[in-house]
């Protein structure tokens, strides 16, 4: 009878050390790496005077809508 209850006390032992180091090997893991973003397309404008193709973020604007890769093209184009 001692025996199985030795028997008893070990099995229980081991369940809790296992179910303990269970959790232990889950918060040891790092979490899912995720993929860096990458930004979308963005618009591309056309320079007035010299025809550069370049970001719409980048153009510096002019009258009428039109779009210039620099000032001094916007002056020249303008003035």
Same mark, same amino acid.
């Given at each position: ?18 179910n303990n180091r269970r959790e232990?090997?889950? @918060? !040891?893991?790092?979490?899912?790496? $995720? ?7 963005? +618009?591309?404008?056309?320079? =007035? ?6 970001? @719409? !973020?980048?153009?510096?604007?002019? $009258? ?7 000032? +001094?093209?916007?002056?020249? =184009?303008?003035?």
């Amino acid at each position: 009878m001692k025996y199985l209850l030795v028997l008893a006390v070990v099995a229980v032992a081991i369940w809790i050390w296992r179910n303990n180091r269970r959790e232990e090997i889950r @918060a !040891a893991k790092p979490p899912p790496q $995720r993929a860096p973003r990458v930004a979308g397309p963005e +618009a591309m404008v056309r320079c =007035a005077h010299c025809g550069l193709h370049l970001p @719409a !973020a980048d153009a510096v604007s002019g $009258r009428g809508g039109s779009h210039y890769c620099t000032p +001094a093209h916007r002056q020249a =184009a303008e003035g």
